[in-house]
Antibody, heavy 119, light 107 residues
Framework: QVQLVESGGGVVQPGRSLRLSCAAS????????MHWVRQAPGKGLEWVAVVSYDGSKKYYGDSVKGRFSISRDNSRNTLDLQMNSLRIEDTAVYFC????????????WGRGTLVTVSS | EIVLTQSPATLSLSPGDGATLSCGASQSVSNYLAWYQQKPGQAPRLLIY???NRATGIPARFSGSGSGTDFTLTISSLEPEDFAVYYC?????????FGRGTRLEIK
């Protein structure tokens, strides 16, 4: 069965960096686009970034563009999110999510990792 | 970006009742709309995609309808496990956007 496990969250000061990872198993990782979606405490869902199945295309939400970088390693079945210049408003649970049938619907999600940006 | 407006924000119903949740788009998304269910402390679960297709394993009491700018998620007879937050999502235009959610609570 599909499994996505995020790691790397924690407490970080504003302006610092953090790198999240998502370990995937149970499917052919290199065949699917992968996304990061976040959810601030008590709030709704916000799409963050996507990387295509082969890593050649990447898109970002306006709120993270220029600060966050998404990448993948298909040989290791991992998805990463490098987060730089973190802001208090980046505080959220970060989910990695798998595309459904090469569409930008999400049929599998990890349990999420909490990032808290605080001084 | 396309703004999705969900209504009502909170819906209070009893098990066995029918539920109707709405999602309106600020511009046409054709049928590129999905619905997710999220329970506390859990990741969202895909219920409906392409406006009206049930995802794998989703009970038949869940149905979706609509196209263009107006969409509806209907739950025909609420089970206790259906009380959760429901989000709509569009993939017609970048960036992908979600609605702010409808909380379905037990009356």
């Amino acid at each position: 069965q599909v499994q996505l496990v995020e790691s790397g969250g924690g407490v970080v000061q504003p302006g610092r960096s953090l790198r999240l990872s998502c370990a995937a198993s149970g499917f052919t990782f290199g065949s699917y686009g992968m996304h990061w979606v976040r959810q601030a405490p008590g709030k709704g869902l916000e799409w963050v970034a996507v990387v295509s199945y082969d890593g050649s295309k990447k898109y970002y939400g306006d709120s993270v563009k220029g600060r966050f970088s998404i990448s993948r390693d298909n040989s290791r079945n991992t998805l990463d999110l490098q987060m730089n210049s973190l802001r208090i408003e980046d505080t959220a649970v970060y989910f990695c999510a798998k595309e459904f049938r090469s569409t930008t619907w999400y049929d599998s999600w990890g349990r999420g990792t909490l990032v808290t940006v605080s001084s | 970006e396309i703004v999705l407006t969900q209504s009502p924000a909170t819906l209070s119903l009893s098990p066995g009742d029918g539920a109707t949740l709405s999602c309106g788009a600020s511009q046409s998304v054709s049928n590129y709309l999905a619905w997710y269910q999220q329970k506390p402390g859990q990741a969202p679960r895909l219920l409906i995609y392409d406006a009206s297709n049930r995802a794998t394993g989703i009970p038949a009491r869940f149905s979706g309808s609509g196209s263009g700018t107006d969409f509806t998620l209907t739950i025909s007879s609420l089970e206790p496990e259906d009380f959760a937050v429901y989000y709509c999502q569009q993939r017609s235009n970048w960036p992908i956007t979600f609605g702010r959610g409808t909380r379905l609570e037990i009356k």
